[in-house]
């Protein structure tokens, strides 16, 4: 069983930033996918980054400049840095992960519980 634990999340001023961290615990052979997902009150949830095991990433447009996915391979951790926060970023961030558990090459899709971004003045 993996775990999917975000921390980061907080108040911060407009044109701020914060940096989000997502730990993944348990046993994985390997991650196959890692994402941030955003939802705003009363909006669907949204994909806001995502990289995959071939190393490439992508960004939804409007947060294309701004914010950065990373990964800390030695701690199974994936990282969002956010810059030049607005109130439109306001939002519950979601970690999601596809991983392979030994001892089956069986992939299994895991959620975070989720960490709150508020950017106000």
């Known amino acids: 069983q993996v775990q999917l634990v975000e921390s980061g999340g907080g108040l911060v001023q407009p044109g701020g930033s914060l940096r989000l961290s997502c730990a993944a615990s348990?046993?994985?052979?390997?991650?196959?996918?890692l994402s941030w997902y955003r939802q705003a009150s009363g909006k669907r949830r949204e994909l806001v980054t995502t990289?995959?095991?071939?190393?490439?990433?992508s960004y939804a447009d409007s947060v294309k400049g701004r914010f950065t996915i990373s990964r800390d391979n030695a701690k199974n951790t994936v990282n969002l840095q956010m810059n030049n926060l607005g109130p439109e970023d306001t939002a519950v961030y979601y970690c999601?992960?596809?991983?392979?558990?030994?001892?089956?090459?069986?992939?299994?899709?895991?959620w975070g519980q989720g960490t709150q971004v508020t950017v106000s003045s």
């Open positions: 999601y992960a596809v991983v392979t558990e030994p001892p089956s090459s069986r992939m299994y899709q895991y």
């Open positions: 348990g046993s994985i052979s390997s991650i196959n996918t």
């Open positions: 990289w995959t095991s071939g190393g490439s990433t």
